[in-house]
């Protein structure tokens, strides 16, 4: 039986808005999504326009929402996608569309410029041979070397959504790249850079850009990376860094103080937005709201039982840190 594809149509000098058009096509056997889309345009209407050029998931041309989800078309076999005889494909977000599955990825390019993504070594070291990395330097950027610039994970960002001026997950997924590439000699500069607003700590860890990466570049454990490293080079003053502060204090406790083991939600988003008055005053509207609606949290801590045991656990966690 002929699977329905129900393709996004659209054309920025003609169209005020897309529209769906509906394709039949008897998936030949093991044909990939792009095959099916191909034979769509070869056979049944060629001013079909999507973009491809590799067909072996390396180029990073082809990514399409599928079903809602951004996917590389190439990498997909179209018989997997289809639910209820359907496939339903349309542009990738957060972008504009230029034409049908086409998409302007101008949003994209310039995110990933702003962080130099480009090794920058040491200007006054004279280097006479190529510099190897040890198999083990290499590991530590062998996963964001991955990324085939596909713009997946920034279709599907969630953050993206609400602010356009994000970094997005492949461009900090890039600056952990270099960031941990022992080669660079702009770490400070890069993780001064990423720890601003828009960068590192405003992805909301929905996980989404990992899950649609069609690489092992996994942006959001990138991200993870990027805030130890930020942390362990100090970093913290911002809202994002106070906040993780402000959570392990609430929770484990601070130079022997405080940490009744459970979140102390009158005292982190203090902590996050620092002690100060600007910051204070910005708490108010929502701390009213919350205090209207009876939300507010009870100002006297809570102290979980057995308080010893996580106590002792962050103190083992420290150990291992200075280890
Ligand atoms: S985990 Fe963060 S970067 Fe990744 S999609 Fe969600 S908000 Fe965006
Ligand atoms: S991180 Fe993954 S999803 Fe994002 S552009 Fe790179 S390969 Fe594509
Ligand atoms: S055509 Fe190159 S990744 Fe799909």
Redesign the pocket.
Known sequence: MATKFIVSRYNSETDAKPYFQDFFLDIPKGATLLDCLNLIKWQQDGTLTFRMSCRSAICGSCAMRVNGHARLACKTQAVDVVMDGAVKIEPLGNMKTIKDLAVDLEPFWASLEKIKPWLQPDEGEHYEKERLQSHDDQMKIDHASTCILCAS?FS?????EVDSK?L??AT?AKGQRFVYDTRDAETESRLDYLSRLHGMW?????????T?CPTDAK??DR?KELRTAAMVHGFTNNNGARHVLGFRESVGGFKGIGGGGLLNENYLPVRSVGFNLDGIFSLIPVGFRMFIRRKNPSLIPHMIEKIGEVRKMFRRFDEYRKE
Do not use: K
């Not at 599907?156 to 993206?160: G, S, T």
């Not at 405003?202 to 990992?210: I, L, M, P, Q, W």
């Open positions: 994970c599907d960002c969630n953050a993206l994000f997005g997950p900090l405003d992805c909301t860890h929905c996980a989404e850009c990992s649609r942006p959001l991200i």
